[in-house]
């Protein structure tokens, strides 16, 4: 039967052939010492490595041994091995569609399948034991093969499965074969809005037990009320496996053995413990003997809760732990078997619209994640792990939901360490036939199959503080199945889903104990909490805030879970870029592997990138979610502590300010850093501030990795201003020249207004540029509308680009330059069809200053633009940008909670990488700015407080190109100033910006000025 059945790829009720029941994370370990050290357990064999490699068209395609075979990594994909001929195949992203036209439960008919094949050896002794294998992740169906001989199959593309080798392995050589097929009937509950990745994700081992094995290790935490007390509810069992099993029964194997729990501090001293008792065995005998047993005898373990008084709870602000050790010994006393877990002690609890975590009512500053490297797709180094872990604690992320499904154990293990609440999502999303398979009772067993495999892995993690049962899978009876077992199995855990709240807030949906929509708008979820319908469930937003390229609109929603009472956070989606890094080093995205049906860079859509660098809207969450605040009341300083459970004792800090004398820092005071969680306290300081007030907090002890450092500020915004004397109406107002901190003006002459054709310059010594020509375009984001694929047109880019708003005809109606020189009048037209945008302007030349007054008229048609303003250029010697403003990076009407300041950068560094270019580096509300060359720089004021933005790239060339690698500099500083720009929004998926943020038309009139300084 070659392959293990004919079919079994596309049959739907498939779940697994031999493979061994899901236990609970953790290696096994021979003595408490061994597993105390740490490590590589000795009872661990790697495979991972070279494996030998074939493609086959089918699972049921002939495997011809000795054909020619390539070599393979494994873990890892292969369409991400094949080279630059990618001949392995390519891989595909899809959002919801499939990425074939079958119907479930059918598979494409070419499906590729990866036939792996490796040998292994072992010791007489490691043949006398129980020899498992354990394959931590297969895409999507997994046979196995062991010397010829089949050995089992299993499908759950992200947890491991488990078979028992003891059977057919031998001293000396051995040869394991894997088959992975891309596709089976179990793809329809994996659509999951990611790459099709097949292959082996995670390690392939062997592990080498005793015959008398622990085998479920359950040990949930929990923490008493009084949140001093710990508690540990225990369920440990035994099996009997291996090549000596057959010798003997569980009953004889356990008489006499025993278990013991033993619970240490960090530091290694015992604080508690059970046992050594016996295991509980079924009595065989007469026929009353074995009926009384039949009803009592729950199996071979041992259950129980033991306390611990005096112990330091667990949360993401101190995330205490404590070593577990569960020891199986046999009836000489001899250890057998050893499993070692941390684990921290809290408690998670629903009750009055609230999540309460150790009783407090904790908001959750979440974030979406998918394991994703951009070199090798799914597999995740545990030096990769660490680095998103520690960039979500430095900008006060507290909470991941794995999406959507469980991630590497070591994930979990790490969240512990660091401080992560962490929503379990079961492998479920059924996105393209979301509302038909949670209703076929074929896919019910597999449905069902993975939740349960999730909990049985994942419960004694105190991070888990709930369970997902997937995601856009409908609601069907399977949901409240799959909630009934779990609050059996596991009560201390809520459990949320999704799929009832789709279209209804207020639904009923007993399956969840949280209302976690997506994307619902910050009005919609207002209005929930201000209906008070649901008196007892929290609203978790289970995604919210779209990353997706250039994004805004975070702030309102933080205002909303601080202000409302049931609004208690959510999680963004999502936290990186899914791009891929082609061998040529350039990034890509759907479409980018010449698939023919895919979803662009819809994939692309992360508060970092695939390379980790921060987006400008994971700064944002930086400072929304600080856990200090700071105000000032009548120059008295105010400081917040938002912590909450803790004082700011953990830290030291600093305050900041400027006044009179110049640059003041002091030392925060004790009394701030004993605030009280969830409270403010009035710091003893009087001061008298030019400039805003900053606090800046950092840990006392650098080693405490989940402790962040953090900045909060009161802005003191001061609008900008004209020189004293040019601030009359259309710049024709005779003026002073303008102080010049920097440099003196230049002396060479007075600029100049020139003509050339039906083009205007504006002429100084040391520089000349274009004068500002209308601008109502930008780059559109991602959010304004995706611009390929089957997205291409949706949004308000595609009224945009039927507005023409990119391509508007340029007509002179009237130009008047003065014959010196020194003064200029100009209408300009600018037109799509019977529509026209009005440009008036105005200049004079004023002691070294022109001054410029403007006048724009936009036609009612274009009701919502990009932005209203002028642009022009300058040479590229001029790259370092100066300006008064929100800083360092960019700003948008809907995301600037950035510090008011002075800064200075270069304009190549305002340039923001987003896979697909678009518009980006713009600082919103800036009250003035400069441009300096090396030996000139030229200084632009304005009344008020003005858009900017400087690039070494044109609004067009970042318009056209599909991708960052595309873009080339031209040699020129591309300069806008607006009066007006567009908010950003979520709009790809979710709200886009906020009505206030939105332009619309009318006439806008202001008036700037620009002169040229030597350096």
């Known amino acids: ?62 495997r011809v041994q000795n054909a020619e075979w390539s070599e393979i990594q494994v873990p890892g994909s292969w369409v991400l091995q094949g080279g630059e001929g990618y001949r392995f195949g390519t891989p595909c992203y899809t959002n919801v569609v499939m990425p074939f036209a079958e119907d479930p439960p059918a598979t494409p008919e070419h499906n590729p399948t990866g036939w792996y094949r490796r040998n292994f050896t072992c010791t007489e002794e490691q043949c006398r034991q129980a020899v498992l294998l354990e394959v931590g992740s297969a895409e999507s169906l997994l046979q196995v093969l ?64 005793p015959t008398l094995q622990l085998e479920s290790v359950v040990c949930v935490p929990g923490l008493k009320p009084d949140l001093e007390t710990g508690t540990l509810r225990f369920d440990i069992s035994v099996a009997l496996r291996g ?25 290694g001293e015992r604080i508690g413990g059970h046992g050594p008792v016996g295991l509980s065995t079924f009595e065989h005998g007469e026929p009353l003997t074995e009926l009384i047993s039949g009803m009592f005898f729950r199996g071979d373990r041992v259950e129980g809760v033991v306390e611990f008084e005096g112990i330091a709870p667990w949360s993401h602000e101190a995330p205490n732990r404590y070593r577990v050790f569960v020891v199986l010994r046999d009836a000489r006393g001899e250890v057998l078997d050893v499993r070692a877990q941390f684990t921290g002690f809290r408690s998670v609890a629903i009750a009055d619209n ?95 199959n993975r939740v349960v495999r999730m909990v049985q892995r994942d419960l004694n993690f105190p991070s888990v503080i709930c ?73 978790i937003l289970c995604e919210y ?51 023919p049906i895919h979803d662009a860079n819809f994939c692309c859509d992360g508060l ?60 925060l005071p004790a009394s701030a850093l004993e605030c009280p969680p969830q409270s403010r306290v009035e710091v003893d300081l009087s001061i008298e501030a030019e400039s805003g007030v900053s606090v800046s907090i950092w840990p006392r002890d650098p080693s405490a990795t989940w402790l962040a450092p953090a900045t909060a500020w009161v802005n003191r915004i001061v609008a900008g201003t004209l020189p004293e004397a040019l601030a009359g109406s259309g710049g024709t107002v005779s003026a002073e020249a303008g102080s010049s901190p920097s440099g003196g003006v230049l002396e060479s002459s007075e600029p100049v207004i020139e003509l050339v054709d039906d083009h205007v310059a504006f002429r100084f ?116 940008f100066s300006w008064t403003g929100y800083g360092p990076g960019d700003s948008y009407p809907d995301r600037c909670t950035l510090q008011w300041g002075e800064w200075t950068t270069s304009v190549a560094e305002t340039h923001v990488d987003t896979v697909v270019p678009q518009e980006h580096g713009h600082r919103h509300r800036t009250a003035d700015m400069a441009l300096a060359g090396p030996e000139s720089r030229l200084e632009f004021r304005w009344d008020g407080l003005m858009g900017v933005n400087v690039s070494q790239y044109s609004s067009s060339a970042c318009s056209t190109a599909r991708h960052c690698h595309e873009l080339r500099p031209d040699g020129l500083i591309h300069w806008n100033l607006d009066i007006a720009h567009r908010g950003l929004g979520t709009a790809a998926c979710g709200p886009d910006t906020a009505e206030r943020f939105r332009v619309r038309p009318g006439t806008f009139r202001w008036v700037w000025a620009v002169r040229e300084v030597a350096m």
């Open 1 to 62: 039967m070659e392959g293990g059945g004919p079919g079994i790829w596309e049959l739907a009720e498939f779940n697994d052939f031999g493979r061994l029941p899901m236990v609970a994370a953790g290696d096994p370990w021979p003595t408490v010492e061994d597993a105390r050290r740490g490590g590589d357990s000795p009872s661990v064999m790697s495979l991972d490595g070279g494996w030998e490699f074939q493609l086959l068209d089918h699972p049921g395609t002939s």
């Open 146 to 209: 062991v010397n010829g001989t089949y050995v089992g199959a299993g499908t759950d593309s992200r947890l491991a499965q488990r078979f028992d080798l003891s059977s057919v392995v031998v001293p000396g050589e051995n040869s394991i074969e894997l088959l992975v097929s891309q596709w089976s009937a179990a793809t329809w509950l994996e659509d999951q809005d990611q790459w099709w990745l097949p292959g082996l994700h995670r390690s392939v081992r062997l592990l080498f037990l």
């Open 243 to 267: 090549s000596q099993a057959s010798d003997t029964t569980i009953a004889a194997a356990c008489s006499g053995a025993s278990l013991e729990l033993i619970v240490e501090d960090v530091a």
């Open 354 to 448: 609230q999540l309460l975590i150790n009783g407090q009512a904790v908001v959750i500053a979440g974030v979406n994640r998918h394991e994703f490297d951009p070199d090798t797709g799914r597999v995740i180094s545990e030096s990769a792990m660490r680095r998103d872990l520690e960039l979500m604690k430095a900008h006060h992320i507290n909470a991941v939901r794995c999406a959507h499904y469980p991630n590497d154990p070591r994930w979990y293990e790490l969240c512990d360490e660091y401080g992560i609440y962490v929503i379990d999502e079961a492998n479920i999303e059924t996105h393209s036939r979301q509302a038909s398979i949670c209703e076929d009772d074929r896919f019910r067993s597999p449905m069902m």
């Open 467 to 539: 369970w997902s049962l997937g995601n856009e899978s409908g609601y069907g009876p399977v949901h409240d199945a799959m909630a009934a077992w779990i609050r059996r199995v596991d009560p201390s855990r809520p459990i949320q889903y999704e799929g009832p709240f789709m279209h209804d807030l207020s639904a009923a949906a007993p399956v969840s104990d949280i209302v976690c929509p997506m994307y619902a708008t910050v009005e919609t979820i207002i209005e929930w909490a201000e209906s008070g319908a649901d008196q007892r469930r929290p609203l």
């Open 545 to 595: 805030n779209h990353a997706m390229g250039n994004a805004g609109g975070l702030e309102a929603y933080v205002d909303a879970f601080r202000r409302h009472r049931g609004l208690q956070g959510g999680f963004i989606w999502e936290w990186c870029d899914h791009a891929i890094r082609k061998p040529d080093s350039t990034l890509a995205y759907g479409g980018d592997f010449g698939e």
């Open 608 to 667: 970092v990138s695939a390379d980790r660098v921060p987006h400008p809207l994971l700064v944002e969450h930086q400072a929304l979610f600080a856990p200090i605040g700071i105000f000032t009341q009548a120059g008295r300083v105010v400081v917040e502590n938002r912590q909450w459970f803790h004082t700011l004792e953990a830290f030291e800090g600093e305050l900041r300010w400027t006044d009179a004398t110049g640059d003041r820092v002091v030392k």
């Open 765 to 880: 010594a040391g520089v000349s540029f274009a004068v500002p020509e209308l601008d109502l375009w930008r780059a559109p984001t991602d959010n304004d509308g995706i611009r390929s694929g089957w997205m291409d047109g949706i949004g308000v880019r595609g009224r945009w680009l039927g507005w023409g708003l990119d391509r508007l005809e340029r007509s002179v109606v009237s130009q008047d330059v003065s014959p010196d020189g020194s003064a200029l009048q100009r209408v300009v037209e600018w037109s799509c069809g019977d529509e026209i945008a009005t440009h008036r302007q105005s200049a004079s030349v004023q002691q070294g200053w022109i001054v410029v007054a403007e006048e724009i008229e936009v036609p009612t048609l274009w009701e919502d633009l990009p932005r209203v303003g002028v642009r022009s250029s300058f040479p590229g010697e001029f790259d370092s």
